[in-house]
């Protein structure tokens, strides 16, 4: 079964610095996504991208972050200077469609900024 | 807006024991919602989903009805297993989200014991 594939599993990065977070969303699927879930709390939404452009945002995904989809394969996060409350487990996710598709997860990267 | 509000965890019951959790939303509109599952280490996988009013979601022995009446969506399932073992978390979506974010409740942790 396809899956949803992120690398690194696990970051760690000095507080201050970029980090790019990587992900392979299935390939038939058109709405991409990123989550964040700090450690014991909710999972939340940071964004969606669909035809190469985002399509909702949340307040949490402010000027030091950003997606890209490089090369019609890839989606990326970019957190331009990191900062301690940026530690969590970020998870991609896809749908082939929107409102009653069920999203796919990837099993997130682990994001530890010292 | 938009909201999930799942039982306070931990949960522990022993193998073979009756799963509830319960789950209700707050929704603009007419939600999908969907229950995910994520085992330790991993990402969010979909358990079930249903659609509409009076629908029954169900996989690998879990059940959850969609209750409008009652805003709805408790997990079910009649004999767990220790491989039940993980966090699980209820969601909606809305058809005419522009974002197509899910709203996800924070999370129950099920613990089964043999």
């Known amino acids: 079964e396809p899956e949803v594939t992120q690398t690194p599993s696990h970051q760690v990065t000095q507080m201050g610095q970029e980090v790019i977070l990587r992900c392979v969303p299935i390939?038939?699927?058109?709405?991409f996504y990123w989550y964040r879930q700090i450690l014991g709390q909710k999972v939340e939404f940071l964004v969606s991208?669909?035809?190469?452009?985002?399509?909702?945002k949340s307040e949490i995904f402010d000027d030091q972050f950003s997606v890209e989809r490089p090369d019609g394969s890839n989606f990326t996060l970019k957190i331009r200077s990191t900062k301690l409350e940026d530690s969590a487990m970020y998870f991609c996710a896809s749908s082939v469609g929107q409102g009653n598709q069920p999203q796919h997860f990837g099993d997130g990267t682990r994001l530890s900024i010292l | 807006g938009n909201s999930v509000t799942q039982m306070e965890g931990p949960v522990t019951l022993s193998e073979e024991a009756f799963l509830t959790i319960n789950c209700t939303y707050t929704a603009t509109g007419y939600p999908s919602l969907f229950w995910y599952v994520q085992y330790p280490g991993e990402g969010l996988q979909l358990l079930l989903k249903?659609?509409?009013?009076?629908d029954k979601g169900s996989n690998k022995g879990f059940e959850a009805t969609y209750r409008k009446e009652t805003t709805s969506f408790h997990l079910e399932k009649g004999s767990v297993q220790v491989s039940d073992s993980a966090v699980y978390f209820c969601a909606l979506n809305l058809p005419l989200n522009t974002g197509n974010q899910f709203y996800f409740g924070t999370g129950t942790s099920l613990t089964v014991i043999p």
């Open positions: 991208f669909y035809n190469n452009e985002i399509s909702e």
């Open positions: 390939s038939n699927h058109l709405y």
């Open positions: 249903a659609t509409k009013a009076d």
